[in-house]
Nanobody
Framework: QVHLEESGGGLVQAGGSLRLSCAAS????????MGWYRQAPGKERELVAA???????TYADSVKGRFTFSGDSAKNTAYLQMNSLRSEDTGVYYC?????????WGQGTQVTVSS
């Protein structure tokens, strides 16, 4: 099993930055895939960024050039650096991991971007 705990959400003005953290209960090297999804009010959950064990990272078109996914193996933590935030980035951000064929999710962290 993998336990994920997000932090770093909050309220920020448009154009600002936030860094989300996702602390995992096991080595992130052992996890096949990790990433971030988000869900805006009234909308379906969507992929923001994800990486696989081959260290290939995929980004949603809407965040390319603004968001960066990274990891710190010493801390078993993944990060999502979000710059140039827009009001449409508002939503609950969820960390996910795929490990031994099963998907795991964090509890989510709220990001609100005011215009």
């Amino acid at each position: 099993q993998v336990h994920l705990e997000e932090s770093g959400g909050g309220l920020v003005q448009a154009g600002g930055s936030l860094r989300l953290s996702c602390a995992a209960s096991r080595s992130i090297f052992s996890i096949h895939s990790m990433g971030w999804y988000r869900q805006a009010p009234g909308k379906e959950r969507e992929l923001v960024a994800a990486t696989t064990s081959s260290y290939t990272t995929t980004y949603a078109d809407s965040v390319k050039g603004r968001f960066t996914f990274s990891g710190d193996s010493a801390k078993n933590t993944a990060y999502l650096q979000m710059n140039s935030l827009r009001s449409e980035d508002t939503g609950v951000y969820y960390c996910f991991a795929r490990y031994l064929g099963a998907n795991y999710w964090g509890q989510g962290t709220q990001v609100t971007v005011s215009s």
